[in-house]
């Protein structure tokens, strides 16, 4: 199997002559391989090779379907490949590294990216809030979970249009001619750089805080009753009951729900390209938009797939360190 | 045709000898008009007339019944070149777009017929613009072609008869589709490629101007006559800053540049004013040297172009937000809902403005080409020539339909598909896609007679206007002609990226803009390899 792999990946990078047209020779032979592994176990090990038929198919399938691709995706990110280039594919080292290095529009679209991260800390400011709300004796209270809910259930390009496109439309739109009621001259939303990357913001998160709100609600709802009434007993007020009980109680939750969060937004392009095209100038640009954009409109492969790898790392690293760091504050004091 | 009669009369109960009389009455019906010399000519004109008339002029739009009925009686040309159910069997896969409800939507109807006339069977590849172009290029990178025929746009031709995916239009497919009949700018060499024709033309795309009649005249805001160069559209902009719309009371706006990207497409609205300050009428070129490939986007031209664009969002001559307006924006939300009073659109304005339900300008829209200028300048030669000058830009160059080399082995698939496309890129057929909701402008010499219009229920002094602009463009002699290049959306892409940015002052001038344009066309010209795109620019300039 892997002198088939390795014949094929010497004739794609132009190192042999010898070698298979496409791909398919080296996945027939990975199958052969991997039904005679199994049958070998069985052969093999009697009951226990029988057992670990469990999980050996599956495990064979995952390798496919993640460890294959993302070998070729590390061998395309160092490719020039662009789909209009009569030449095809050619191996180009760092190139494409050093083209990243040097890219603006991609260093522009990262600098967003700690933007729009930062905004979850107001999104969860906000989620806390009614998930308080609906947590509390109110009335219609299963009638407000459901509302909140809703957002959610869109589609974001849905929210694009009825949001980015209809209400905020600088004419027409509800919100601008609000606007223009309370004085504002030229109630743009997307017309400048900071009002505009603060409405992608602010749509995405109206989108996204009842993702949160609901994890933060099923949170409060498993703090167990006995413990306000503790501390009630013991002359806590309402404020100092939430920031002595409640709070440290959610704090496992809530860190939960932020780095979940972190991961959704990281991905955030569809209302960006649906609403902005990451303009004006950029300053809407998500990392995520930006490799769609080289990707789709430019066909540059090689350098879109070391774009997506890198911003893989990057997010594997920070996730990383995000979650040491939750995992530390989120340690009992003792 | 005679079973037809035959048993239309037996179900009429007819004797034979009144079937008899009735045949002979009918021969020498059909010998007069011969005789008199304009027989076929009706014939053909009865076709075009009973088209037009589905649905008819405010009817509503038309239906897949009507796309239908069109088709079966346009079928005339294919059953004079193949036998029923000749293609009995065969089957073909058709990829095409689904923009707005229309291009293969229509085509299915238009086909619906054909299949049932010859016997083959066609399976549809359906995608939105968006993506459109990536399913192509993968599929032309990936050598996974699976698709027998194909609706493209001539700017593709580079990247796919460039790389032999097509297959050769047979002689009898030119004869069916009288390609004689297409306007001047489709001839040879756009839809050929290396002496070889591959595009049977169903499309004929160009830019014209669109303004707000009520805005010009003796005593109106825009002035008493119609911009006819850019720079008096930059002027009457900028004077109607402060003013107030005639139409809808809202503040009055001059013309409607679009300062968003549409996936490259935008570009073409920067090159509508570009293309009157330097397509030379000397020098087909005006994108790129056609000897180095090194671009002209930053020549004194081109930052012209940019710099009136950069002058009018100085001013505050352009609604609010419109550096979020993209092409559709300014089309479709603003220009036809009343906002704007000038600007530059492929033809679906014009049959828009008066069929669409949200447009309010209907009454109030007049068409022109292309604004020119008061000076040109000669890319060549690296001066301005103080000439006045004209270039209506021939935009996408229309959508064409062409067969794949998948089908060049086998014989009966082969006539099959070009068959098909043949239908739809017939002459009569065309004359309908033209007159009502399809995706596609007049492209034919044939389209252009306005009394047939007139007759189908058309108001004149409309389709005369509109359909003369477009008529105009396509045969102005210094027509800035696309290039058929591969990778030619990707230049147009990235451009929109650095336009956003000067355009948002990121840049300190219009000429930093260009030159950073000009340095990713350079990177671009070198990933998709120098020499072969000089050859194929050259090529598809006819140098």
């Known amino acids: 199997m892997l002198l088939v792999a390795a014949a094929q990946l010497l004739h794609m990078t132009g190192s042999a002559e010898f070698g298979f047209e496409n791909w398919r020779p080296t996945l027939y032979t990975y199958i052969t391989w991997a039904i005679c592994l199994c049958w070998g176990q069985v052969l093999l090990h009697g009951e226990h090779g029988k057992r670990t038929l469990f999980v050996l198919p599956a495990a064979l399938f995952v390798i496919s379907l993640t460890v294959f691709p993302l070998l070729f995706g590390l061998i395309i990110a160092f490719s020039d490949w662009n789909l209009s280039s009569p030449d095809g594919r050619s191996f180009n080292g760092l190139e494409n590294v050093r083209q990243m290095w040097a890219d603006p529009f991609y260093w522009n679209a990262m600098l967003n990216m700690v933007w729009y991260v930062l905004a979850i800390l107001v999104e969860y400011a906000i989620a806390f809030a009614l998930a308080l709300a609906l947590n509390a004796e109110i009335r219609a209270r299963k009638f407000f979970r459901v509302a909140f809910l809703l957002p959610l259930m869109l589609s974001p390009v849905a929210v694009s249009w009825m949001i980015g496109k209809s209400m905020l439309e600088p004419r027409f739109g509800p919100i601008a001619s609000l606007g223009r009621a309370l004085g504002w001259d030229d109630p743009s939303f997307f017309g400048s750089p900071w009002i505009a990357k603060a409405t992608i913001m602010v749509m995405d998160a109206w989108t996204f805080i009842p993702f949160m709100m609901i994890m933060i609600l099923a949170g409060l709802q498993a703090i167990p009753k006995e413990l306000h009434e503790a501390a009630k007993v013991d002359g806590a007020n309402g404020w100092r009951a939430f920031w002595e009980v409640t709070f440290p109680m959610m704090l496992p939750v809530s860190i939960t729900a932020i780095l979940i969060r972190i991961i959704f937004k990281l991905k955030l392009a569809d209302i960006v390209i649906a609403v902005t095209s990451g303009g004006p100038g950029g300053a809407t640009d998500t990392v995520t938009s930006f490799i769609f954009r080289e990707y789709r409109d430019r066909s540059n492969v090689g350098y879109g797939t070391l774009l997506a790898m890198v911003y893989l790392v990057v997010i594997v690293i920070a996730m990383t360190l995000l979650m040491k760091f939750a995992e530390r504050i989120s340690r009992p004091r003792t | ?543």
């Open chain 2, 1 to 543: 045709m005679k079973v037809d009669l035959y048993e239309a009369m037996s179900r009429a109960k007819l004797s034979r000898r009144r079937m008899l009389q009735g045949s002979a009455a009918l021969g020498a019906m059909a010998a007069m008009p011969t005789a008199m010399g304009y027989g076929p000519a009706m014939a053909q004109d009865s076709v075009r007339a009973q088209i037009l008339a589905i649905p008819g002029v405010g009817n509503g739009s038309p239906t897949d019944a009507d796309w239908q009925k069109v088709g079966e009686l346009c079928l005339g040309a294919t059953k004079a070149n193949v036998a029923e159910g000749e293609f009995a069997g065969v089957e073909l896969t058709f990829m095409g777009l689904n923009n707005q409800n229309l291009h293969n939507l229509l085509f299915r109807g238009f086909l619906k017929p054909w299949e049932t006339y010859t016997g083959a069977k066609i399976n549809w590849i359906d995608l939105a613009q968006a993506d459109y172009n990536p399913r192509l290029q993968q599929a032309i990178a990936t050598g996974t072609v699976d698709f027998d025929i194909i609706e493209m746009g001539a700017p593709f031709e580079g990247e796919t008869a460039g790389k032999g995916m097509l297959d050769e239009m047979p002689d009898w497919v030119k004869t069916q589709i009288e390609a004689d009949d297409l306007v001047g700018y489709l001839q040879p060499p756009v839809g050929t490629w290396d002496g070889k024709s591959y595009r049977i033309t169903i499309d004929g795309d160009c830019h014209t101007f669109a303004y707000r009649k009520d805005y010009f005249g003796e005593g109106a805001i825009g002035g008493a006559e119609v911009p006819k160069t850019w720079q008096e559209v930059n002027a009457v902009s900028r004077a109607l800053i402060g003013q107030t719309d005639p139409l809808t009371g809202l503040p009055a706006h001059g013309y409607l540049d679009p300062l968003k990207g549409w996936g490259g497409f935008g570009f073409y609205f920067l090159a509508n004013r570009a293309t009157a300050y330097v397509k030379h009428p000397d020098d087909r070129a005006w994108l790129f040297d056609p000897d180095t490939m090194k671009p002209r986007v930053n020549n004194e031209g081109w930052v012209q172009a940019i710099q009136d664009v950069m002058d009018l969002i100085a001013a505050g001559a352009y609604p609010a937000d419109q550096i979020n307006a993209d092409p559709g924006t300014t089309g479709f939300s603003q220009f036809l809902a009343g906002t704007g009073s000038m600007l530059m659109w492929w033809g679906d304005i014009g049959s828009s403005a008066r069929t669409s339900d949200t447009s309010v300008v209907g009454d109030v829209v007049g068409f022109g080409i292309n604004p020119g200028s008061s000076r040109r300048y000669n890319s060549v030669a690296g001066a301005w020539e103080e000439t006045a000058n004209e270039a209506p830009l021939m935009a996408y160059i229309g959508w064409g339909i062409y067969v794949t080399n998948r089908v060049s082995g086998d014989e009966k698939k082969r006539k099959a598909a070009w068959s098909a496309a043949a239908h739809l890129g017939g002459k009569d057929l065309s004359l309908w896609t033209a007159a009502y909701p399809s995706g596609f402008q007049p492209y034919r010499n044939s389209h252009f007679n306005y009394d047939e219009w007139a007759a189908a229920g058309y108001d004149k002094d409309f389709v005369a206007d509109y359909l003369g602009s477009n008529a105009d463009s396509y045969n102005h002699p210094n027509a800035a002609i696309e290039p058929r290049i591969p990778g030619i959306f990707q230049y147009y892409s990235v451009a929109e990226d650095e336009l956003a940015k000067g355009y948002s002052g990121q840049y300190a001038s219009a000429q930093e803009t260009a030159d950073a344009i000009a340095a990713a066309w350079e990177k671009i010209t070198d990933q998709i390899g120098r020499d072969s795109q000089i050859a194929l620019y050259k090529a598809s300039l006819g140098m």
